[in-house]
C-alpha cells in the first residue's frame, strides 16, 4: 500500500526511539490507514465517535487532577489517579500542540479491572482515530475502552 507522505511521516514518527522508546505501533505490521480504519469501523460499529470516547477520557483525567498524585474517587465506581512528568511529548502526526507527560490510571471498583492513557494517547484518539497499534504497550482497543467507560 502506498502511503500518503503525511502517512509516511507519521508511521516514521512512530517507529521505536522516536516520540517513545518503544514505538507507537507495537507489533503491529498493518499500513497505519488500516489500523486507523479498523478502529474507526469498531468505534462506529458501536454508535459512538472517537470524540466522544475522548471527551469520556477526559472527564476521567480531570477528575483525578484533583488528587494531586493521590487515587480519588470517580462517579459511583472508578478510582483515579493522574502522574504528571516534566517535558511534552510531540505528536507523531504532527501540526498538533504538544501533549503533556501525564498518565491517567483508573481502577473499576466493581470488578477490579484497571485501564491507563496517557494524555498523548487521549490527544490521538481524539484528534486522529489513533489507538495504537496491537501488541503496543499503549494500546487501547476502542470497544474495551468504551465498554470500561461506561459508554457501550
Known sequence: MKLSPQMQ???ERMAPGVITRDGLLGSDTRPLPEILDADNAAVLSLGLTHAAIAARMA???EAAATGFGDPVPFEDNYLVRLD???GPMACPFGGCS???KS???VHRLSDGREMRWSALGRHMIAAHGFYQGLGSEWRLDPAAL???LGLA
Open 9 to 11: 511521516l507519521a508511521t
Open 84 to 86: 504528571e512528568y516534566p
Open 98 to 100: 504538544a501533549q503533556r
Open 59 to 61: 472527564a476521567f483525567t
Open 146 to 148: 468504551a465498554r470500561f
Open 103 to 105: 498518565v491517567t490510571t
